[in-house]
């Protein structure tokens, strides 16, 4: 046994949802896949405002462990992986972007704004149809059909 169907797929993401939901926790990347011998269950999450904790990941992994154990859907030998998104997550929705407003990002475009594919700035502003960002002490607004994806900078200070 090692592929899944389709049903039984959604079925397992639902109720991973569905635990996830009721901690106020949001899924940000579901995946099952075989190896080893054995399915993993994979989950990434976090609040919508960020600061998913390492203890709450925990408790989200016995949850969603005892529920496919209950369910018995995957058979007895399975492996379940509730992650936090990490500091170097992918921005790519205005979401990912409020999640980060007033921090400073890396942002790479589909196509150069202003002469740039690429701009390093605080985000001031998320939503609607525009990202605005602090450069330099000055705000530009970058239409999000523009924007590629961002990474939140690091500083190594």
């Given amino acids: 046994m090692n592929l899944i169907d389709r049903d039984t797929e959604e079925r397992i993401k639902l109720g991973v949802k569905n635990i996830l939901n009721k901690e106020g926790l949001e899924m940000i990347e579901f995946k099952i896949f075989y ?7 994979r989950s990434v999450v976090d609040y ?3 600061g998913v904790t390492l203890d709450m990941c925990a408790k989200m992994n016995k949850q969603v462990f005892s529920f496919l154990e209950k369910e018995n859907i995957l058979g007895e030998d399975f492996v379940v992986e509730v992650n936090s998104p990490g500091i170097d997550r992918l921005l790519k929705e205005s979401k990912d972007f409020q999640r980060v407003k007033g921090r400073k990002i890396l942002l790479w475009l ?5 002469e740039k594919s690429f ?3 605080r985000v001031v502003e998320a939503g609607g149809e525009e990202l605005s ?3 330099k ?3 530009i607004d970058i239409p999000f059909s523009l924007v590629k994806c961002g990474r939140q900078k690091i500083d190594s200070r």
């Fill in 35 to 41: 190896s080893q011998g054995r399915f993993t269950i």
């Fill in 48 to 50: 919508s405002q960020g």
């Fill in 110 to 114: 589909k196509k150069p704004f202003l």
């Fill in 119 to 121: 701009w390093e700035g």
């Fill in 133 to 135: 960002l602090e450069v």
């Fill in 137 to 139: 002490d000055k705000k």
